[in-house]
Nanobody, 117 residues
Framework: VQLVESGGVLAQSGGFLTLSCVAS????????MGWYRQVLEKDRDLFLR???????NYADSVKSRFTISRDNDRNTVYLQMNSLEPEDTDVYYC????????????WGQGTQVTVSS
């Protein structure tokens, strides 16, 4: 499975942004897809995920501002980010859990989001 993120830009505080992640490869085996973020050398932090049946899980910190959605026909997962804050500045990574017999974890290359105050 290959994942390619896009949409990371320099945005203004209070603005909005949509990130996309397109999956290719053995896509039928993808179960859960999610968005992680990582700042500096810290661990990647899962904050949104969506199952193949569009069941979502949100971290409390983003529940009121971010929305994850999935278009299975386009093999794409989206992250809609509203009311951006400077604290949202991070590298955002798309992740997919996929596999026929064993679920493995796949990562995109990351996309940088920078929010100016």
């Amino acid at each position: 499975v290959q994942l390619v993120e896009s949409g990371g830009v320099l945005a203004q505080s209070g603005g909005f942004l949509t990130l996309s992640c397109v999956a290719s490869g053995i896509i039928f085996s993808i179960s859960v897809m999610g968005w992680y973020r990582q700042v500096l050398e810290k661990d990647r932090d899962l904050f949104l995920r969506i199952s193949s049946g569009s069941i979502t899980n949100y971290a409390d910190s983003v529940k009121s501002r971010f929305t994850i959605s999935r278009d299975n026909d386009r093999n794409t997962v989206y992250l809609q980010m509203n009311s951006l804050e400077p604290e949202d500045t991070d590298v955002y990574y798309c992740n997919a859990q996929a596999g026929v017999l064993v679920q493995l974890s796949y990562w995109g290359q990351g996309t940088q989001v920078t929010v100016s105050s």
